[in-house]
């Protein structure tokens, strides 16, 4: 593995799962990745946007490998997790975490929260009590928690506060890299800056590798080194955050880009308003899945699916004409 090789990769990933009928919607497959390749690089933050039901954070479980995907494969430092050792497997797991979108539901109700945090530590090695105690005590104070709450419950913290308690059960086992997913979406507006803060400064303690998840593209913008937009399953969009606030190539993500409050109002990214709702994974429209919602559709978008390609050396776009579109 060169300097320049991802710490974690994800290959052409591939996953289904088998809807069951309801009274509101008939039976079916859902495709929710559909040949996905992401790499996350040491040290960078990696942004993945897109709108709810878009796959991003099937994408984020089948990353972390919490969930298998049904074709493609994650590598941990160059290597299949599918190949890695016993002993390996288990580092890999400890290594790479997972930050949940609801602190409420991802918080057993019936643990103190310091056994909360020590959980992980547990499973994955064997320590005396006091110094567990104090391993535990030590991370609640780096996330803004003090060492005295240690036994009390999820249901005697803010959502703020328990989002901080699921970061600290995040980092209890000194990951590498954490997977976070809409770690703020279900907070207050100003706590979300608060929670923002605290995974900068843990990233820049620690050393972490970041994959961070978000339907909010202003929340990515400010923390992201890489940003990749989801549409249906499919990345349409990578490039550097700055390069893509700055340029997009598709516009899926001009569209999204002219969604956020006060950014770049004017000719630039008034182009596309989204208005109809995203089709169900269910059936997913032919050609470029974007096409039904495009301005800028024309015939082949519905009948040739266009590829992600380089429109330059860092940026990647998936749209039969995006050259023509975003050429100034
Ligand atoms: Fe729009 Fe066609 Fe580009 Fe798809 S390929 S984003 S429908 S212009």
Redesign the pocket.
């Known amino acids: 593995m060169t300097n320049n090789s991802p710490i974690l990769s994800g290959s052409h990933l591939f996953k289904q799962f088998q809807i069951k009928s309801t009274p509101a919607s008939p039976s079916g497959i859902l495709t929710a990745v559909d040949d996905v390749c992401l790499d996350l690089f040491k040290g960078e933050t990696h942004g993945i946007a897109g709108e709810s039901g878009c796959g991003k954070s099937t994408l984020g479980k089948i990353m972390a490998g919490l969930l298998p995907p049904d074709k493609g494969q994650i590598s941990y430092l160059g290597t299949s997790i599918s190949a890695l050792s016993k002993t390996d497997q288990i580092t890999f797991r400890r290594q790479t975490q997972m930050i949940f979108q609801d602190p409420f539901s991802s918080l057993n109700p019936r643990m103190r929260i310091g056994d909360i945090i020590a959980e992980p530590l547990l499973i994955s090695e064997k320590q005396s009590a006091s110094t567990l105690r104090s391993k535990v005590e030590e991370i609640m104070q780096t996330v803004g928690l003090a060492a005295g709450q240690y036994n009390r419950f999820p249901h005697e913290f803010s959502g703020g506060q328990r989002q901080r308690i699921g970061i600290a059960r995040a980092l209890a086992t000194s990951p590498k890299i954490i997977i976070a997913d809409e770690p703020v979406s279900s907070l207050d507006i100003s706590i979300q800056a608060q929670i923002i803060n605290l995974l900068q400064n843990m990233k820049s303690t620690y050393n972490l590798s970041l994959i961070m998840i978000s339907h909010d593209l202003s929340v990515l913008r400010h923390m992201c080194d890489q940003v990749s937009i989801m549409y249906l399953g499919t990345i349409?969009e990578s490039a550097p955050a700055v390069d893509l606030f700055k340029r997009c190539r598709?516009?899926?993500t001009e569209a999204l880009i002219a969604s956020i409050p006060g950014i770049n109002r004017g000719k630039k990214h008034n182009r596309i308003i989204l208005t109809d709702d995203i089709p169900s994974p269910l059936a997913i429209p032919t050609?470029?899945r974007?096409?039904p919602r495009?301005h800028?559709?024309?015939g082949?978008?519905s009948q040739q699916t266009?590829l992600l390609e380089n429109k330059s050396t860092t940026h990647r776009a998936?749209?039969?004409?995006?050259s023509e579109?975003f050429y100034t």
Do not use: D, E, L, W
């Open positions: 349409v598709h516009p899926y050609g470029c974007f096409h495009c800028y559709a024309k082949i978008c266009p998936a749209c039969h004409f995006s579109i």
